[in-house]
């Protein structure tokens, strides 16, 4: 009997249902049981995995390669200096020549429609690991930590503040609506999601019961959060544009204030990192020098409490990438969900 997910690529999570994402968290959840019970699960011998990598990556790298290694699979890598995506070969003429000899592709870069060409042209399963437009992988990692939390998902409320039209925000939406999670937007109007997506999401939403909130109001944004997540205040290669967002984003960063102001006791503070919440690090030592601040999107306070899981959610990014590779690769028996 036939897979309901062999062969199929994770683009964009608007491409599953609801009960196939659910799938995929819940098979996170059981492998990472595994993991730290010592059960092998080698759904992958002797499969090979290309890591295609326009931008830079730590989680995202770490990741792939160590879900890979345990799932019996040989990853290999290819940064930007190996591949020649869109310069001096096509996506499409890349496609063909990898998807000959893997078995399946990580894309971590630019554009939506390379990981999607890529898709196409293939043969093989394509993961996006990240695209200017989506971030799933990073989602079921995501909603996992939520679900780890709370037990479940339905009817939970999760803010997030900061660039509201950045990769990060518009998978949290799209994949909360379609999960039956509030999801609230907490920026500034000139960052808000684009209407489009805002339509889409609101779509879902009216189907899964959740409610989608797209404000300016912080107070009114992050009351009644079950988790508030935070996110870079400029992406990358949007540096040129750091003095108007620090001076713009400031209001939306995370503080204790903020946690309070959730009303909720047990609020879990949620970060996709790198984060910029102090001045050990190159880049936090420029913000201090040239902005005059010594913590960005989260303050320390709030990055160190009993609130934050940002390094449990770190750590779930493997578990759900090796579920995603495992069920779209390794055969399973999984005749629907």
């Known amino acids: 009997m036939e897979s309901i997910f062999q062969g199929r690529s994770l683009l964009a999570e608007k491409d599953f249902t609801k009960e196939e994402l659910m799938y995929f968290i819940d098979f996170s959840a059981h492998l990472k049981d595994m993991k730290k019970k010592g059960i092998p699960h080698r759904y992958l011998e002797g499969k090979n995995i290309a890591l295609l ?10 990741a792939f390669t160590v879900a890979a290694i345990d799932l019996g699979a040989h990853p290999e890598y290819l940064g930007k200096s190996d591949i020649q995506i869109g310069k001096k070969e096509s996506v499409e003429d890349t496609a063909k020549v ?11 870069g630019f554009k939506q429609e390379s990981a999607e060409l890529l898709a196409e042209h293939s043969g093989v399963p394509v993961w996006n690991g990240l695209t ?18 709370f037990g479940k998902l339905e009817g939970l409320t999760l803010a997030y503040t900061g660039d509201g039209r950045n990769n990060v925000a518009n998978s949290l939406l799209i994949t909360g609506a379609i999960l039956g999670v509030n999801v609230h937007i907490v920026s500034p109007e000139s960052l808000f999601p684009d209407d489009a997506l805002i339509n889409l999401a609101r779509e879902y939403a009216s189907k899964s019961g959740s409610t989608i909130l797209i404000t300016e109001d912080v107070k009114n944004g ?4 079950d988790a508030l997540y935070a996110d870079v205040w400029v992406s990358m290669g949007e540096e040129d544009k750091f003095q108007e967002r620090v001076a713009l984003l400031k209001p939306y960063q995370i503080n204790m204030d903020m946690i309070r102001a959730t009303g909720k006791e047990e609020t879990i503070l949620l970060h996709c990192l790198p984060a910029f919440h102090d001045t050990k690090t190159e880049y936090g030592k420029m913000v201090e020098r040239d902005f005059g601040e010594i913590e960005m999107e989260v303050t320390d306070e709030a990055f160190r409490s009993k609130h934050a ?19 779209t690769l390794g055969n399973l028996f999984i005749p629907r969900v």
Request: a positive charge; proline letters at 2%.
């Open 309 to 327: 899981r940002q390094f449990d959610q770190a750590e779930n990014r493997m578990h759900s990438i090796k579920a995603i590779m495992a069920a």
């Open 132 to 149: 200017d437009q989506w971030h799933p992988t990073q989602m079921i990692a995501d909603y996992l930590t939520l679900k780890e939390n």
């Open 222 to 225: 992050v009351k009644g959060a």
């Open 53 to 62: 990598f326009e931008k830079a990556s730590t989680r995202t790298r770490s």
């Open 98 to 108: 990898l998807g000959g000899m893997f078995d399946g592709i990580e894309f971590r």
